[in-house]
C-alpha cells in the first residue's frame, strides 16, 4: 500500500491499521513495510497505543530506539515461548554464564598445578 503521491510504502503499522502513513508515523522507523510480522507481534502483546505512548515519553532518539529494539525483541520471545517470554532466554544466558565461569576455574586451577 502506497501512500497517495509518495514514493515509499506505507510502514507495517499504518498498513495493518489501514491508515494513511504520513512522513512523520513514529512507527515507521521501526516497522517497516517489508516486516509486517514484527509489528503483528508488537501489536498482540503490547498495542499500538502503548507502543506510541511510551515513544511520546522519552525525548532522546536513541532512547527511542532502545526502547523499541527491547519491545520488538521482547514481544518476539513472547510469541517464540508463550509461558515463559524473555525469562527463559535469560535463564539460558545465566546458565552459559556459569558454565564458562565454571570452565575458567578448572583452566585457571590446570594453570596453577
Not at 39 to 68: P, W, Y
Not at 76 to 98: A, N, S, W, Y
Amino acid at each position: 500500500m502506497m501512500v497517495k503521491g509518495s514514493t515509499t510504502p506505507a510502514c507495517a503499522a499504518c498498513k495493518y491499521q489501514r491508515r494513511k502513513c504520513s512522513p512523520k508515523c513514529p512507527l515507521a522507523p521501526y516497522f517497516p513495510a517489508n516486516q509486517p510480522k514484527t509489528f503483528q507481534c508488537v501489536h498482540r502483546l503490547f498495542g499500538v497505543s502503548n507502543v506510541t505512548k511510551t515513544l511520546r515519553s522519552l525525548k532522546t532518539d536513541i532512547e527511542k530506539d532502545d526502547a523499541m529494539k527491547s519491545i520488538i525483541f521482547e514481544s518476539k520471545m513472547r510469541e517464540q515461548f508463550p509461558v515463559e517470554g524473555c525469562t527463559r532466554v535469560i535463564q539460558d544466558l545465566r546458565l552459559q554464564i556459569h558454565y564458562a565461569l565454571q570452565e575458567l576455574n578448572r583452566v585457571h586451577a590446570q594453570l596453577a598445578a
